[in-house]
């Protein structure tokens, strides 16, 4: 899995890209998501899923513990284009009922 960092005004974007494969890319996604939410500010938290294959259980604990923590900070996570076989992991996991998804660049 590659993460990219981008910053969109007060917002934090992080894309994630190929399969989530190994425990390294999946403990750099953890870091990645703890540096965002230590983040000053108020801004959104926003993963764009767009390019990545597939979703693990570690990258939905990662991202259900990312929710916790952001939903106690008064912030928002974002799952942004989630891929078809990504959207499907977070219903299965009933993720989807909890999370803000977005399929359009709102």
């Not at 974007?13 to 870091?31: D, H, K, P």
């Not at 939410?37 to 108020?42: D, V």
């Not at 923590?69 to 996570?77: E, F, K, P």
């Amino acid at each position: 899995m590659k993460v990219v960092i981008k910053e969109q005004a007060e917002d934090l974007v992080i894309e994630l890209s190929g399969r989530e494969a190994s425990a390294e890319s999946v403990e750099e996604f953890r870091r990645i998501l703890d540096e965002g939410i230590a983040r000053p500010g108020g801004g959104r938290v926003i993963l764009n899923l767009s390019s990545l294959n597939y979703l693990g259980r570690e990258g939905v604990y990662a991202i259900a513990l990312a929710h916790k923590q952001l939903n106690a900070c008064g912030r928002l996570l974002i799952l942004r284009h989630p891929t078809e076989a990504v959207e499907r992991v977070l219903k299965v996991t009933r993720l989807s009922q909890f999370l803000k998804i977005e399929n359009d660049d709102s």
